[in-house]
């Protein structure tokens, strides 16, 4: 099976522009997460949707970030304007329905963010 | 207290030592337990999952106190190629996010 992909890989944009991030889970994975990896520090959850509904967004940093999943497929991570403090390493991950399978995540390779 | 507290690193071993690394949580309503591996810039990829008191695959063990609330991975026999910082991940709060400790770097030397 396909795993989970993550576009762009890199983004080096200024300080006041816009990026959007990409994540197509895996298939038939109802549970989508975001996650970011600031450098030196632990990853850090961002959100997560169950389906097309945002279950969980208490780890946004704020209004500068807003997430999407239309549809219940792919995801959208937009951060609009950027600040330098944005930098880092944004994953996604996808599971199964919950039960046993919360915690067994699959990772897409990230998308590596530099604020100028 | 974090969620998720990991053994600070690096641990440095020669090939073929046996090392074991902890990983302390703090919500006690906690039901599972993972570990994954991350290699230097990749994504976290699943390792082992822990339900009750233990599970073992080769040479890779993890093991569950729930009275002391930590969970263990101990590595026998450790191979050039487990070089990588592992990642103790628990799901904590009212909607069990799976969280990340900080992780562990182990570096296995000729």
């Known amino acids: 099976e396909a795993g989970v992909t993550q576009f762009p890989s890199h983004s080096v944009i200024e300080k006041g522009q816009t990026v959007t991030l990409r994540c197509d889970p895996i298939s038939g994975h109802d549970n989508l997460y975001w996650y970011r990896r600031v450098m030196g520090k632990e990853i850090k959850f961002l959100l997560h949707f169950v389906k097309e509904s945002k279950q969980d967004e208490s780890g946004m940093p704020n209004n500068r970030f807003l997430a999407e999943r239309t549809g219940g497929t792919y995801s959208t991570l937009k951060v609009q304007p950027a600040e330098l403090e944005d930098s880092g390493v944004y994953f996604c991950a996808s599971s199964r329905s919950a039960g046993t399978s919360i915690g067994k995540l699959f990772f897409g390779s990230g998308t590596q963010l530099s604020v100028l | 207290r974090k969620e998720v507290e990991q053994d600070p690193g690096p641990f440095n071993v020669p090939e073929g030592a046996t090392v074991a690394f902890n990983c302390t949580y703090s919500?006690?309503?906690?039901?599972?337990f993972f570990w994954y591996r991350q290699d230097c810039r990749k994504e976290p990829k699943l390792l082992m999952s822990v339900y009750s008191s233990g599970n073992e695959d080769g040479r890779f063990t993890a093991q569950l106190n729930r009275a002391s609330q930590y969970i263990s991975l101990l590595i026998r026999d450790s191979k050039l190629s487990d070089s990588a910082t592992y990642l103790c991940?628990?799901?904590?709060?009212?909607?069990?996010?799976?969280?990340f400790g900080r992780g562990t770097s182990l570096i296995v030397h000729p």
């Open positions: 991940v628990v799901p904590s709060g009212g909607s069990y996010i799976p969280t």
């Open positions: 919500n006690s309503a906690s039901q599972s």
